[in-house]
């Protein structure tokens, strides 16, 4: 298979992938990372650019697998980057997600994804998809990967999309990034100043 692993960090997730695939491509935003991807694990089979999961220089329809793991909620556009995910991806192609499982917002977390909010998002670009959860050993309850039941088994969850919807690409990705960034930072700037205006009232 033709795989594309999104943000693939210093590319050690890449690598082991290309044990298995025909051609492993791994991205990530930050160029000192794909530097050290590209020192230290590039081999034959395996490539490493410096992109932004949002927006790829990449084909319609050109990878018979993507894979995007604890990604989703660093971003500042969801929509942005799953859509560019189900832009590449061929029609019987498959793509692998994960998120962490209601962790709250940190500070390398934008948004504070949890069953719903990560079933809702998927669901408009994929018609078929499977959940499973990803405990650590560091988890209090079953260990390991099994099928999702509830949101109180799940210390992450992967979601296995496949049918992707194959929306109208006739936009302007650069546009539709923008609205979305914008949009972001606006509810989290509104978010803050309620939240200073109730602490403001409470300690009056």
């Known amino acids: 298979k033709k795989v594309l692993d999104g943000a693939c960090g210093t590319g050690y997730g890449t690598s082991l992938i290309s044990r298995v695939a025909e051609i492993s491509i791994g991205i990530d935003c ?4 794909i530097e050290y991807a590209n020192l230290v694990y590039k081999n034959k089979n395996t490539e490493f650019k410096t992109s932004f999961v949002e927006a790829t220089e990449f084909n319609d329809s050109e990878f018979d697998v993507v894979l995007s793991f604890e990604t989703v909620e660093h ?3 969801p929509n942005s980057h799953i859509r560019e ?16 499982n209601n962790w709250g917002l940190t500070n390398h977390h934008f948004w504070n994804f949890d069953f719903p909010m990560f079933k809702s998002l998927l669901e ?19 260990k ?12 992450c969850i992967i979601a296995v999309c496949k049918k992707p919807l194959k929306s109208n690409y006739n936009y302007n ?3 539709l990034i923008m609205e ?15 939240k200073k205006s109730f602490i403001k009232e409470f300690i009056s």
Not at 30 to 33: I, L, T
Not at 85 to 100: H, N, Q, T
Not at 144 to 155: H, L, S, V
């Open 30 to 33: 930050d160029k000192s990372a």
């Open 144 to 155: 390991g990967i099994g099928p999702f039941i509830d949101t109180n088994n799940a210390e």
């Open 180 to 194: 979305e960034v914008y949009e972001g930072v606006f509810m989290r700037h509104t978010q803050n100043i309620k």
């Open 124 to 142: 408009k670009y994929f018609g078929e998809i499977e959940y499973f959860y990803n405990n650590s050993d560091h988890y209090d309850g079953i």
């Open 85 to 100: 995910i189900e832009r590449i991806i061929k029609p019987d192609g498959i793509a692998v997600l994960s998120v962490p």
């Open 75 to 77: 971003t500042l556009c």
């Open 173 to 175: 990705r650069y546009n």
